[in-house]
Structure formats: C-alpha cells, structure tokens
C-alpha cells in the first residue's frame, strides 16, 4: 500500500518555541492531508484538512494561528506548532486518503512534549 | 453528527482465549465502519472494514468485526489472541466531509493487553 512518512517521531521542545512536523507522501501524491491530535485517554480528533496550493480548512476551536499547516507540494504537507505551551503536548498524526473514498493512510505518528 | 463509543478503555486476556472488543457508532446516514491497530511507537494501520454487502467483515491477523445496524454496533472479534496483538485498537466512521475524501471520526481505542 502506499506509504507516508511522518517526521519526527517524538520531539520534547520548550514552552514557547516551534516545532515542525513534516508528512511525505513517498510512493503518491497527496492533495489533501488530514491533522489529527490524540490527547491522553481520549480519541484521535480532527484538527485540520490541508489542501495543495490553498488555504487548510481548520475544526472548530483550533487555532489556525498557532497550529500552522502549509501543504506547499503534492509530497509534503507540514503542521508547525508555534509558540508551544505544555498543554500542546499531545500525539500528532497525518493522514492521506487513498485513490477510493474509503482508503486512508496514516503517518507514523509524532508524540510532542513541551516543558 | 457522527460519533462512536468504545465502552472498554483496556481489555486484558490471556494468550490463546478469544476476544470481543466493543465499539458502538450513531450517525443519521449510512456510514463507512472501520477498525484500525497501533503497535507502540508506529502509526495506524486498517485491521478491517465495512463498506456495505455482508454484515461479517473478516480483516488481517484473524480478526473478524460483524455490522448489526439495528443494535449499531461493530464489535471487533478474534477466536485466539496471541502476544503480538498487544496494541491499541482504534474503531472509526467514516465523514466523506466536503472534500468528498473521507475524514474518520474515532473512538477513544481500547488497549489490548494479552499475557502469557
């Protein structure tokens, strides 16, 4: 099946920095990107849908401002976390829709701690 | 909206005993169900689904999920677990959204611990 890779895997950032997050779409071209955050205990929630060459489309209650999501090629879409607080740690993960509706592929998954 | 409830947040078993892990969905329209693992430190990957035609839906690693629209339910099944199915296992309906790609909503997993 296809692949996207998710990078990094974990990162432990300090309150008020920026951390970055990159999914590639290896072996296809991804349009669109799904966002998704898992806090502890609870479900993965959609935060936001990225779109190649047009503005992502955020949930009610996210903060486009501070979760900044650029989807600047059909490869690569990316979710930057901008002056990060400990309440952000969270479980970050991508995901791309398949060639058929019913089809996702998910990134490896990004565990963010901030201190 | 849709939405789905997963009652057991942890299910312990031991190796070889069978397995139900529960996942109920409410939705006003017809739905897309879907059953997704995560190994530790990976990300998720389709066990199964159910599109429509037979309501047993039979997936990787020997798990099987039935469809019972009247008690809207997809209860993930399997006869004999084995150590390697220690994992979370996510259950999740489909929102083809207004993209008309698929967005998942998601329960809140159950984590399969099997012991020897």
């Known amino acids: 099946g296809a692949v996207v890779s998710q990078h990094p895997s974990r990162v432990i950032c300090k309150s008020g920095t920026s951390v970055k997050i990159e999914c590639r779409s290896l072996d296809f071209q991804a349009t669109t990107m799904f966002w998704y955050r898992q806090f502890p205990k609870q479900s993965l929630m959609l935060m936001a849908t990225s779109n190649e060459g047009s503005k992502a489309t955020y949930e009610q209650g996210v903060e486009k401002d501070k979760f900044l999501i650029n989807h600047a090629s059909l490869t690569l879409s990316t979710l930057t976390v901008t002056s990060a607080h400990p309440e952000d740690s969270s479980f970050y993960i991508c995901?791309?829709?398949?060639?058929?509706?019913?089809?996702?592929?998910f990134g490896q998954g990004t565990r963010l701690t901030v201190v | 909206a849709q939405s789905v409830t997963q009652l057991d947040s942890q299910v312990p078993v031991f190796e070889e005993a069978p397995v139900e892990l529960r996942c109920n969905y409410s939705?006003?329209?017809?739905?897309?169900l879907f059953w997704y693992v995560q190994y530790p430190n990976q990300g998720l990957q389709l066990l199964l689904k159910y599109l429509s035609g037979s309501t047993l839906v039979k997936g990787i690693n020997g798990f099987e999920a039935e469809f019972n629209k009247s008690q809207t339910s997809f209860h993930l099944r399997k006869p004999s677990v084995h150590i390697s199915d220690t994992a979370e296992y996510f259950c999740?309906?489909?929102?083809?959204?207004?993209?008309?790609?698929?967005?998942?909503?998601f329960g809140t997993g159950t984590r399969l611990l099997v012991s020897p």
């Open positions: 999740a309906v489909s929102d083809l959204g207004n993209t008309g790609f698929q967005k998942l909503v």
């Open positions: 995901s791309a829709p398949g060639w058929v509706p019913t089809e996702a592929f």
């Open positions: 939705s006003s329209v017809s739905v897309y």
